[in-house]
């Protein structure tokens, strides 16, 4: 197959920085760059991608604030995403502002970034770019979390108490 002509545009991604999410996320660039779109990928110190592996894209990457390097054990995920939004909020934002500032590159059609990121959206919304969330996980991850409420209304005892 051959490589489309770009098309003046480019695409901001930002993928957690867990293989599983970062994988997705760079397929996806990947997908984009060759239907001629520039890529530019804001990402965290901690697991950062190796721009190596992806020549043809830009990295850009921000403070995370977390003393973890990569290869370090994570015991409890939920906690980390929610210190992973509150220092990366700030950063995030200057980063994108900085990027749709810069007359030398090309416009940003959109910004992709991981459902977790929920941070990103206000950040979306005051610098006036459009949002797309990529949610990296299976399917039946998607029909338990729908399922929720009803469980939640048709179970007598509180989720907090079962064992």
């Known amino acids: 197959m051959e490589l489309r002509p770009r098309n003046g545009r480019r695409v901001v991604l930002f993928p957690l920085p867990f293989q599983g999410h970062q994988n997705p996320m760079l397929h996806l660039a990947n997908i984009l760059h060759f239907n001629g779109f520039s890529i530019s990928v804001i990402h965290t110190h901690f697991n950062s991608p190796n721009p190596a592996n992806h020549p043809h894209f830009s990295f850009h990457p921000i403070p995370d604030g977390l003393p973890l ?11 980390l995403l929610s210190v992973l939004n509150q220092n990366c909020s700030g950063p995030f934002t200057s980063c994108l502002s900085e990027m749709l500032s810069d007359a030398s590159t090309q416009p940003v059609a959109c910004l992709i970034t991981d459902v977790h990121w929920h941070v990103t959206q206000a950040a979306a919304d005051g610098l006036e770019i459009p949002r797309i969330v990529l949610r990296t996980s299976s399917f039946t991850t998607f029909a338990v979390l729908a399922a929720l409420p009803l469980l939640r209304q048709r179970v007598v005892t509180p989720f907090e108490n079962l064992s």
């Open 69 to 79: 390097k990569s290869g370090d054990s994570l015991e409890d995920i939920v906690p």
